[in-house]
Every structure is written in structure tokens, then in C-alpha cells.
């Protein structure tokens, strides 16, 4: 009988640290908050896992005894919550007994090619998070050691050009944090599904000496041409520009410092000082100019190689390139001009 007395006190004993492992928070001083999406039907021990796969939980076990303890491994309910490190397994037990799913959702898009700004406005509409405090938190040094992508990115750069433009589901009255999570999670997803695809093609070699170089000229590829095939033919260009060390002359790079996208240049702006007038200083501009989307991406990783030195967008939409100065000069005088 003493046998059946030591194993059960031990039974107990690990019972009892299994529970403590699993309620204990994983960090009781974070900041952030993390979504986790459970499908209907996932046993006590698949939710136990995916929780602690988000960094919620420091034991799936510990959480799996805590579910028993309280008859609880069918009480479950689906849904999308919103938790944080700091919160302790009961707390999350508690929530997913009761269904108490994170507030409703939103639907959210961002174009391709949208600024940091215009994206913080579009979520301060929606009542997602307020423009500045995005803005604020939108900066590279923030979230660099979380996100690979962020390792060449300038010190004290914001997030522009690393927030993916795609449709997302948000939650009113978010943390500005979790949300730019969302957005660069996606964006280092689409940028590894882009770098795929170039080293599956023949002579899909990497034009960039760094993640920063190719974002910022998939920006201005967003911006200055429409069709895919353009797009790599651009970048190509572009590419052969700042190899070159001459300038990349691209007008959107202008129409970022003046927030105009609409209008057509003046001769005023096409002389404003700044280090993002491409036409006034030579190389790649402090950093990308909006978001590019993945056709973008694509484009600068695996340019097109070509002989064309030059290219304009004619008023239809159309990408009219040029071999020479005197070619291009010719094509600017037919189809602008206004």
C-alpha cells in the first residue's frame, strides 16, 4: 500500500506544478497583444498548443491538467481572441470558457502603393487606432528585432515600405502595436513568397545589396508604372540607374514630398531640396516612397534586362520607353504635350 500512496502524492505533486506551468503568464511586464483564431473542433490539447505556439502559455500540458481540473476539456468555444503575454492560463481558460472573443472586426484595405500616412488616416476613419499614435509606434528600431526584413533598414527609419497593402480584418480601438504587426507579418510572408519565386526562375539572382535597396525601388515601380511586364522593364532601368551612380529621375519620388499624386508636376516642384528628389540628387532616396504589393516585389527582385535608358507614363496609362535621350525627348513631346 505504501507504493500506491508515494505514486499518488507524485500524481499530485506534478499535478499540481503542471497547473502552476500553466497558469503562471509567460511575461507579466508585455505591451502587446496577440489574435489567435481557434477553428470549431479542436480538442483541449490542440487549442493548448496553438496558445502556446502564439507565446501565451509556458506549458500546453500544465494548461491541458488546468482544463481537467475544471471539467472544462469540452467547454471551449471557437472564435478570435485577443490575449496578451501578461495574462495568466486561468484568465485565458476563463475566456474560452465563456466565448469572450475579441470585439468585432472590421474590414480594412490598403491599395497598393499607399504611404505610411494614408494608411494611418484609412485606420483612424475605421476607428481602428488613431493616426498619430500609429505613427509613432510605425518605426523600424521598434520592431527590428523582431522581423528579419528589418535588419537593413535605416536607424531611425519609419515602417514605410514594410506594411504590406492587402485587405485585413482589424478590431476598433486596437493596439497601434498589433496592428503594425499584422501588416509586417504579411509583408516578410509576401516578400518570402517573392524571393521564392526568383530563385525558381533561371537567372533569378538578387539585384539588391539589401532588403531596404529593393523596397525602395519596388516603391517607385508601384508608383510610376501599371502593367507587370512594366514593371520589370522599369526596374530594370532603375536598377541600371543606380549601378550607374547617375540619377533615377522618377517622378513619384517628387510626388511624396508634395503629397500630390493626382496633378501633374510644376516646374517648382521638380526643383524642391529635398534627398527624395531623384531628379535632383543621384541614387536611391532615403527610403521607399509607400507600400509595394507583391507584383512590385517581384518586379525589383527579377528586373527585366534591356536596352531602354528611358521611360515616361502617357496620360492613357500606357509605359512609352526609350534607347536614347533624343528618343525619349521625342516621346515626352508627343505624348505630353500638355
Do not use: C
Request: glycine share 8%; charged share 25%; net charge neutral.
Amino acid at each position: 500500500m505504501r507504493w500506491l500512496v508515494v505514486v499518488v502524492l507524485a500524481l499530485v505533486l506534478l499535478s499540481s506544478v503542471g497547473r502552476q506551468l500553466g497558469n503562471a503568464p509567460v511575461n507579466p511586464k508585455a505591451t502587446q497583444t496577440i489574435f489567435v483564431e481557434l477553428p470549431p473542433g479542436l480538442s483541449a490539447r490542440a487549442v493548448a498548443e496553438k496558445l502556446t505556439d502564439a507565446g501565451l502559455l509556458r506549458s500546453s500540458t500544465g494548461f491541458v491538467l488546468m482544463t481537467i481540473v475544471r471539467g472544462a476539456r469540452e467547454k471551449l468555444q471557437a472564435g478570435t481572441y485577443e490575449f496578451s503575454p501578461r495574462d495568466s492560463g486561468a484568465a485565458i481558460l476563463s475566456r474560452l470558457i465563456g466565448g469572450d472573443t475579441s470585439p468585432t472586426d472590421v474590414s480594412v484595405t490598403f491599395p497598393e502603393g499607399f504611404t505610411l500616412k494614408q494608411m494611418a488616416e484609412r485606420l483612424d476613419a475605421q476607428g481602428i487606432v488613431k493616426k498619430d499614435p500609429f505613427l509613432a509606434a510605425a518605426t523600424a528600431d521598434r520592431f527590428r528585432g523582431e522581423f528579419d526584413v528589418l535588419k537593413s533598414a535605416l536607424a531611425g527609419a519609419s515602417l514605410e515600405g514594410y506594411l504590406f497593402p492587402d485587405t485585413y480584418r482589424l478590431y476598433k480601438d486596437s493596439d497601434p502595436r498589433a496592428v503594425i504587426q499584422r501588416l509586417l507579418h504579411r509583408f516578410q510572408e509576401q516578400l518570402d513568397v517573392a524571393q521564392r519565386e526568383t530563385i525558381a526562375t533561371p537567372g533569378g539572382e538578387h539585384p539588391a545589396a539589401s532588403v531596404h535597396a529593393l523596397v525602395t525601388i519596388a516603391s517607385i515601380v508601384e508608383r510610376e508604372v501599371r502593367t507587370p511586364d512594366d514593371r520589370r522593364l522599369v526596374a530594370g532601368i532603375l536598377w541600371d540607374r543606380f549601378r550607374a551612380g547617375v540619377g533615377l529621375e522618377a517622378d513619384a519620388t517628387v510626388r511624396y514630398v508634395t503629397g500630390d499624386w493626382d496633378n501633374p508636376l510644376t516646374v517648382q516642384d521638380l526643383a524642391i531640396d529635398s534627398p527624395y528628389n531623384t531628379r535632383k540628387y543621384r541614387g536611391l532616396p532615403p527610403g521607399p516612397i509607400g507600400n509595394p504589393g507583391l507584383v512590385s516585389l517581384e518586379a525589383a527582385l527579377k528586373p527585366t534586362p534591356s536596352d531602354y535608358g528611358y521611360y515616361l507614363s502617357a496620360p492613357d496609362g500606357r509605359t512609352i520607353f526609350s534607347k536614347t535621350l533624343d528618343e525619349h525627348n521625342r516621346a515626352k513631346a508627343q505624348h505630353l504635350k500638355r
